[in-house]
């Protein structure tokens, strides 16, 4: 398929964008141009397209607006020193985006028609891709049904965009142990539901605990298990891991109520070229408590493509605390090795670099 390239009428200048790039922030700021790819059960996926961006035209009744029927993803786009530009894993996202799309009912995306809608954008706004340590050009697929038709079924009309956002470090400044708030009143997901979905939803329903975390002072939420077993599940959007004094690294398990992150699968991946012992198991809060305590528990860190890897703080559990472990030598070392690949100073020797332009 095609991509008819409408390009924008009055983008915005070299001298705005070198302002915006300068203090990035984190998804305020969009560049100029869009993907979209539609989609109706007759004519399948059509009319790819690179265009202007801005506000859609979208009927009142279109179902995503009734009955969030919606699905996204979230990857960047990383600027080498060549002037080049690549980005991580994009199969895995494709992957992962028709995982959520079948779950939620929406149509499969080829994975090529995926890589070419960001390859296409970010070829029209390649003058967006920030170049300072620890900024990317973030970029946001997703998939929405657009029919209008208040009716309960999967819907017959569905477009897919991308839109792309220059971003800074997602909790600003160096790298800071973030203070986490455990959820006791809410759930993220729960089997059979749609937890292992990257889809709207979940967040819509974790943003009362992040009320609940900022009342607390914490940045993010920390979610456990839906049968109240004290078992660690995830951040609101972000995979756990928990690094031993001999040698270990802990992550729990995916039971279908976690989202299965591409971080965390390159974090155990390349603990494990490292000769690090990686166990994908139940971990209870009593398990992580007791473990720091003794000191068995020497770090601990919460991962994602927006936040790359960052160190977790003290844990606030009601009046209880979990002290923190700081920033420790593993968390900084994982983290700096796989900025390092993404960004072209450390070898990609599992070959997750796709270039976009
Ligand atoms: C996107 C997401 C993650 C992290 O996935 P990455 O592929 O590593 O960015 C973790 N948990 C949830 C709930 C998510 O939505």
Not at 136 to 150: G, H, S
Not at 159 to 182: D, H
Not at 310 to 337: F, N
Request: hydrophobic share 40%; with cysteine; proline share 4%.
């Amino acid at each position: 398929m095609q991509f008819e390239i409408v390009d924008h009428p009055a983008p915005r200048s070299a001298e705005q964008i070198k302002s915006i790039l300068a203090d990035p922030g984190f998804g305020t700021n969009f560049s100029d141009h869009t993907a979209v790819i539609d989609w109706t059960e007759q004519r399948g996926w059509h009319h790819a397209r690179v265009e202007p961006y801005g506000p859609i035209a979208l009927d009142p009744a279109a179902s995503v607006l009734h009955y969030s029927q919606e699905v996204f993803e979230g990857m960047k786009a990383y600027l080498h020193s060549d002037g080049s530009i690549y980005t991580f894993r994009p199969e895995a996202n494709a992957a992962r985006l028709n995982k959520s799309a079948r779950r939620m009912a929406l149509p499969e995306l080829d994975e090529q028609l995926f890589i070419a809608s960001l390859e296409q954008l970010v070829r029209a706004d390649k003058a967006w891709v920030p170049g300072g340590e620890g900024e990317a050009l973030y970029l946001r697929p997703f998939m929405f049904a657009t029919e209008a038709f208040l009716g309960v079924r999967a819907a017959k009309e569905v477009t897919y965009r991308v839109i792309a956002s220059p971003a800074g470090n997602y909790f600003g400044g160096e790298l800071k142990p973030v203070r986490i708030w455990v959820s006791r009143d809410y759930v993220r997901a729960a089997p059979g539901g749609t937890g292992e979905a990257k889809t709207g939803g979940n967040y819509a329903g974790s943003l009362i605990a992040q009320q609940q975390a900022a009342e607390h002072g914490c940045q993010q939420v920390l979610f456990l298990d839906p049968l109240h077993e004290n078992a660690v599940e995830e951040l609101g959007g972000m995979n756990v891991f928990l690094v031993t004094n001999d040698g270990r690294l802990l992550t729990p398990e995916l039971t279908g109520t976690i989202l299965e992150g591409i971080t965390r699968s390159s974090v155990i991946q390349l603990a494990k070229d490292r000769g690090l012992t990686v166990e994908e198991r139940r971990i209870t809060l009593d398990e992580w408590d007791r473990g720091v305590r003794s000191g068995e528990i020497t770090e601990a860190f919460a991962c994602g493509t927006a936040a790359v890897i960052t160190p977790i703080g003290e844990l606030v559990d009601g009046d209880h605390r979990i002290a923190s472990t700081g920033t420790g030598e593993v968390t900084q070392s994982l983290r700096d090795e796989l900025l390092g690949i993404q960004t072209g100073t450390v070898e990609d020797r599992h070959g997750w670099l796709h270039r976009l332009a």
